[in-house]
């Protein structure tokens, strides 16, 4: 590394770890927003209407059938386009524009919903119906079954999902640059487009998202571990 290239990284090391700052805010923003609709959409999946069926159908299927990028350009071009034409219309004056940290985390969260919803639905209906019809015959509200029942026997099954998603979550924040935010990954590109030192950068963008997703990975061991308490293990013969 050359002394040019050394004092690029020095000047930019503090908006590249604003950056991934930004970065992990927008993704646990998203991920939390994410798991409440994943709930929504898997109570209307599982639901004895069938028109809260094919509204939950319809999201799970029609939201992940589209590409996020395509999302996001819509949300932040198109909608702030769509909302001007409201406002006028309503007499106010002026342009909308749509914040780049609210497109990331509403695009993102609306998408994780919809993939929760199908790791949720999966979860659910691998618990023993038994268990699901003893806390009704003991007379439990629809709450206190979530609660003490179905939660406690679905987060075994679906915390591989989860943790897959989030670290997926994780690299769709890159996504965001396309709209000129200033996350983890367009820092990166004007780092290495002012210094030139593109390999470095990219090097460091790398390292960045692996220690993210290594951290990330341990955590959700640790939290699986915990929920599995009890459990009996499998053992490899």
């Known amino acids: 590394?050359?002394?040019?290239?050394?004092?690029?990284?020095?000047?930019?090391?503090?908006?590249?770890?604003?950056?991934?700052?930004?970065?992990?805010?927008?993704?646990?923003?998203?991920y939390a927003i994410g798991v409440l609709l994943g709930f929504v959409g898997a109570a209307c999946r599982l639901s004895r209407h069938a028109w809260l069926r094919g509204i939950g159908g319809a999201y799970s299927t029609g939201v992940r059938a589209v590409p996020e990028l395509l999302l996001i350009i819509l949300l932040y071009y198109a909608g702030s386009q769509a909302l001007t034409a409201v406002t006028n219309a309503l007499g106010l004056p002026g342009?909308?524009?749509?914040?780049?940290?609210?497109?990331?985390?509403?695009?993102?969260?609306?998408?994780?919903?919809?993939y929760m919803t199908e790791v949720f639905r999966g979860a659910i209906s691998a618990i023993p119906k038994g268990q699901l019809e003893a806390a009704d015959a003991f007379g439990f509200s629809p709450w206190a079954r979530f609660l003490h029942i179905t939660l406690?026997?679905?987060?075994?099954?679906?915390?591989?999902g989860m943790s897959n998603l989030w670290l997926i979550l994780i690299k769709d924040t890159a996504l965001i640059s396309v709209i000129g935010y200033s996350e983890l990954f367009f820092?990166?590109?004007?780092?290495?487009?002012?210094?030139?030192?593109?390999?470095?950068?990219?090097?460091a963008a790398g390292v960045l998202y692996l220690m993210m997703t290594l951290s990330s990975n341990l955590v959700f061991a640790l939290i699986e571990r915990r929920v599995r308490r009890g459990q009996p293990q499998s053992q490899e013969t």
């Open 95 to 114: 342009q909308v524009a749509i914040n780049g940290f609210v497109t990331a985390v509403g695009v993102l969260a609306f998408v994780q919903g919809a």
């Open 1 to 30: 590394m050359n002394n040019a290239s050394q004092e690029g990284l020095a000047d930019w090391a503090g908006p590249i770890l604003d950056g991934a700052l930004t970065t992990l805010q927008i993704a646990c923003l998203a």
């Open 152 to 160: 406690p026997a679905m987060l075994p099954n679906a915390l591989p």
């Open 187 to 203: 820092t990166i590109q004007q780092a290495a487009a002012s210094t030139r030192a593109h390999f470095l950068f990219y090097a």
